[in-house]
């Protein structure tokens, strides 16, 4: 399986030179499996779904796009997809059932319509499909994949596990765990849809939009530390993480001591720059 690290950044893009390094795009992440000239799979589509374009060589897009959950910047990639809006692309675009049972085309719109945008969903060209799923296990484009809800403020939010059979990625970009108690460490609980979703999984992709010190004043905007990321693989078993979903305003030189801190932790981890590249 191979990872493309699209769109690192959470909330909102951060252009300027002291963000170059890292990136300032949105969340996305790009799979693709063993040998395939191009991903399949897309998870979240923020403004870094734009640099899955790229890595298509010229061709539509033929695949899965799944959405942790429906805040901007994890979807606002949508309607700026080269690669999707095509008539000979094919998309199928999954996201997480909604307490108020509206369809998954429905609850988009709400976001991506007049006056808001010039188009709806439907007016994105190719075989487009919307589909509201539940918690549980699915298969998408070969892969194996379990949604779990994760606890993030605003909205349904799922955390996702995928795996090719061979090798497994956990997905949890916004995850809030104080909401559930202090937890163990003070930087919130390890509840069990997070330790399942981590267990001995490969990378762990996790939001680290926190430092430890912020926690107390801003957790309660849904997100967790960096030091919790780490916490969570090594009592998981997770291989390695990298830290994502990076605060709008931490400088590139911020983000590398970050990366200074974390080196000698109990579990390797990365502080994760768009444009990487992860072979599993």
Do not use: N
């Amino acid at each position: 399986m191979r990872l493309h690290l699209c769109g690192v950044r959470g909330s909102t893009p951060a252009p300027g030179r002291d963000f170059l390094r890292y990136g300032g795009h949105t969340s996305c992440v790009a799979l693709a499996h063993d040998g395939a000239a191009a991903p399949s799979l897309v998870l979240d589509a923020g403004t870094g779904l734009r640099q899955v374009t790229p890595l298509l060589g010229g061709r539509p897009f033929t695949g899965t796009i799944l959405l942790t959950h429906l805040h901007w910047d994890h979807v606002h990639g949508l309607p700026f997809f080269t690669a999707g809006d095509r008539d000979d692309a094919r998309v199928s675009l999954l996201l997480p059932a909604q307490p108020d049972g509206a369809s998954a085309e429905e609850v988009l719109a709400r976001g991506m319509s007049p006056p808001h945008f010039p188009i709806g969903p439907a007016g994105l060209r190719g075989d487009w499909r919307f589909a509201a799923i539940g918690p549980g296990p699915l298969k998408a484009d070969g892969f194996a994949v379990e949604a779990r809800p994760i606890p993030h403020k605003g909205g349904a939010t799922y955390g996702y596990r995928v795996s090719d059979g061979h090798s497994a990625v956990a997905y949890l970009p916004d995850h809030c765990p104080t909401v559930l108690g202090p937890g163990p460490d003070g930087w919130g609980e390890y509840h069990p849809a997070a330790m399942a979703l981590a267990a001995g999984a490969d990378v762990l992709i996790h939001d680290a939009f926190l430092q430890p010190e912020e926690v107390a004043a801003e957790a309660a905007f849904g997100h967790a530390a960096a030091d919790y990321a780490i916490g969570l693989a090594r009592r998981a078993g997770a291989r390695q993480v990298l830290l994502a979903h990076h605060k709008p305003g931490r400088t590139d030189a911020e983000l590398d001591q970050l990366a200074a801190r974390v080196a000698a932790g109990p579990v390797p981890a990365v502080v994760a720059a768009e444009g990487g590249i992860l072979d599993l």
